[in-house]
């Protein structure tokens, strides 16, 4: 609640979701590289940073030209939206279910190739061709639903 009033970030999103899961991983990595031991601090000064540019991004109404960074958090928003309001629930979770089945698929298709065990040129196999097949059937699924 109180980033929500500080922060300037009135629909935001209480726990943990992968945008912020993403952003403390990130995070991590740069410090990992110079000394762990700073990460409390570097955290803290980011926590202070973070809601200055978001009142900044208010007053001046510059979140207009988030276009121009990246689409990711407009379209993904908007997409959930349309798809529970226009086609009804069973729909909306039908596509939740299967863009989480999709993420999970890639993920370990992923793994796998990169994995110690297929380390041979079979990984380049997990990692190309067998991840081409859910992307197509996402594309087919995709286009099948706009028709």
């Not at 590289?33 to 540019?53: E, G, K, L, N």
């Not at 001046?60 to 529970?84: A, H, P, Q």
């Not at 097949?133 to 028709?147: T, V, W």
């Amino acid at each position: 609640m109180l980033f929500s009033i500080l922060g300037a970030q009135p629909l935001t999103i209480g726990g943990i979701t992968g945008l912020i899961s993403l952003f403390n991983d990130t995070i991590y990595d740069i410090i990992a590289r110079y000394d762990v031991s700073i990460y409390p601090q570097f955290i803290c000064w980011t926590a202070i940073w973070a809601p200055i540019f978001h009142w900044l991004t208010a007053i001046w109404n510059t979140c207009d030209y988030m276009r121009y960074v990246t689409v990711f958090s407009i379209k993904g928003v908007e997409e959930l939206v349309s798809e529970f309001s226009s086609r009804g629930s069973i729909d909306g979770y039908l596509n939740c279910t299967f863009a989480i089945l999709y993420f999970a698929t890639i993920y370990v298709l992923e793994k796998l190739g990169s994995n110690t065990i297929f380390n041979l040129p079979s990984g380049a196999f997990w990692t190309t061709t067998l991840t081409r097949k859910p992307k197509s059937f996402g594309l087919a699924l995709r286009i099948s639903q706009d028709i």
